[in-house]
């Protein structure tokens, strides 16, 4: 995809794309946003997690799940965001099938919180991104179209079990301007809110989604070009690939003197193309009003204080603590910093061997195994624990590296215990210099071809008679102290 790429960097250099992002994710609460119908409705059987409250009954209240407030208060925190002592739930009013009450309860002029941003790193460069706000809303239900799209559907069904799922919506200020940068500020954005525990981040799944809002600007231009609203994106390479094409279609378009409509477009993976799906509404046709059942929010500062206490070390402060503490390159520690659990993973293997040794094998030979196999390291047989046992018998001298990494396949799979294990096997490194001059003597006697090869300068020749001597050894010589010997006896 050179082509695309050469493309954009062109239409880049003309004009100023201007992004803002909206994201949409479920709250990881037990039940409903205004009812007590569990919220974990995946794999459940179509609209058995309903009650009259989702289902839109006559005569039926809502009451607000506190946890949800609490987890967008929370969100809120971890992004900066101020947090407003009064909130209120509004009315969002449109007509659709998969919305049973004919309006959505939204936020509207009252969010629960307001001006956040986030950092995010792209290449070398440090773009902060402001969050405009961040609100709770209601989740609709799901449509199932026969025949694939509405459109060509001769029937079509609705599961009501997401309907009144609690929803975070985080508006994003049109602070992005590449396609990489938006990729970039989503993933950060996904990895802050797993971070929390507020979201499982499953873009597949969709409770975390995004939709873009793109508008090119052309040099010295007054206020923002018009802009075309993207969805219908399902992961972050679709964000990035919808918004490249995106800028290129609108780029062509004023190229040629054309005007942008201001609209609603769909991205189709298929065609690699975004299509236009319907005119965009203003708020002004939701004729949005307060939510008479529903009584206005006060948050106290104590609750604020409270919960802030609640927040965890956020990825980026972390990534920076093991730069400090541990010594780490700044690849390394984002590599391991990924996830809370990667992170405890390599805090434990740190706290029993050198830091540097840890995060050696945790990127290199347990990567390799956690691909392969599907298991991360604390599901595996061997476990953390178990991992620091071997990698404290390297860093004692009882077995060296190589010995360790056969041992690291093995008990990765079946479990067991390293020490007994080498003790059992007899795999402990041969360190001795008396026994290993013995052995030293018998392959320098057998080999006068390296021998002779290696007083007449050739540095290789070493090599091989070391790997005599590993043969001899099964492997558990140390090497270094090999190195040195055969050099003695060689002068
Ligand atoms: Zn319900």
Not at 95 to 113: A, E, M, R, T, V
Not at 163 to 192: F, N, S
Not at 265 to 270: C, I, Q
Not at 458 to 484: F, I
Request: charged share 25%.
């Amino acid at each position: 995809m050179i082509q695309v790429e050469e493309q954009l960097d062109a239409v880049l250099a003309r004009y100023q794309a201007v992004i803002g992002l909206e994201v949409h994710a479920q709250l990881l609460t037990r039940s409903k946003m205004f009812c007590a119908c569990s919220a974990g409705y995946h794999d459940a059987p179509p609209n058995s997690h309903t009650c009259p409250v989702c289902l839109a009954l006559p005569g039926v209240l809502p009451v607000i799940n506190r946890q949800a407030v609490e987890y967008t208060i929370l969100t809120a925190l971890a992004l900066d965001c101020e947090i407003p002592e009064f909130s209120k739930f509004d009315r969002k009013n449109y007509f659709y099938p998969d919305l049973p009450k004919g309006y959505q309860i939204s936020q509207f002029d009252l969010p629960l919180s307001l001006n956040g941003h986030l950092d995010v790193l792209v290449g070398d460069e440090v773009v902060r991104a402001g969050i405009t706000r961040v609100h709770l809303e209601e989740d609709t239900g799901t449509m199932h179209h026969a025949g694939d799209v509405l459109q060509s559907a001769t029937s079509s069904v609705v599961n009501l079990n997401r309907c009144g799922v609690p929803l975070m919506e985080i508006v994003g200020e049109p602070d992005l301007h590449t396609p990489e940068q938006a990729r970039e500020y989503l993933q950060r954005l996904r990895q802050v809110l797993v971070y929390i525990g507020v979201n499982d981040g499953n873009l597949e799944r969709g409770s975390f989604r995004c939709d873009a809002n793109v508008s090119l600007q052309q040099p010295g231009a007054l206020g923002f070009g018009t802009k075309v609203e993207v969805k219908n994106m399902n992961s972050f390479r679709a964000v990035q690939k919808a918004l490249e094409s995106e800028i290129l279609r609108q780029a062509d378009m004023l190229d040629r003197g054309e005007r942008i409509v201001q609209e609603t477009r769909g991205w189709v993976e298929a065609h690699g193309t975004t299509i236009s799906q319907r005119s965009k509404e203003g708020a002004s046709d939701y004729k949005y009003f307060p939510e008479p059942d529903l009584p206005p929010m006060h948050i106290t500062r104590d609750m604020v204080e409270r919960i802030r206490a609640e927040l965890p070390e956020l990825p980026e402060a972390k990534r920076r603590r093991f730069e400090t503490q541990y010594g780490l390159s700044a690849y390394e520690a984002s590599v391991v910093t990924q996830t809370q659990d990667d992170a405890g993973t390599f805090e434990t293997l740190a706290s029993g061997v050198d830091a540097k040794i840890a995060v050696n094998w945790f990127m290199g030979d347990v990567a390799r195994l956690a691909n392969i196999t599907g298991v991360k390291l604390q599901d595996s047989g061997l476990g953390v624990k178990g991992l620091v046992a071997l990698l404290k018998l390297v860093a004692a001298g009882t077995i060296n590296g190589s010995i360790a990494k056969g041992l690291l396949d093995e008990l990765y799979a079946t479990g067991g215990d390293a020490v007994q294990l080498v003790q059992e096997r007899g795999l402990g490194q041969v360190s001795d210099a008396g026994e290993l001059g013995t052995i030293l003597d018998e392959v320098i006697a057998s080999n006068p071809n390296a021998v002779n090869d290696f007083r007449g300068g050739k540095e290789a020749a070493l090599q091989s008679l070391m790997g005599q001597v590993m043969k001899a050894t099964r492997g558990r010589a140390d090497a270094k102290l090999v190195n040195t010997l055969l050099r003695e006896r060689l002068g």
